[in-house]
């Protein structure tokens, strides 16, 4: 699972360096919330699991 967060976590960080355009704010929003604690993972997996 952490190598899973991770690779998304990259992905991500490559795609805001080649994206055409992406407002500050959108940009800063995603950048906040690239490594969160394990506990706010939790959160958000718990989240998305029981939507």
Known sequence: MLQQYYDVNKLLV???NSAA???PEV???IEETLILAIADIKKICNYY???
Do not use: N
Request: with cysteine.
């Open 14 to 16: 490559d795609c805001l």
């Open 21 to 23: 355009y992406v407002t």
């Open 27 to 29: 940009q800063q929003e």
């Open 49 to 51: 699991t029981h939507r």
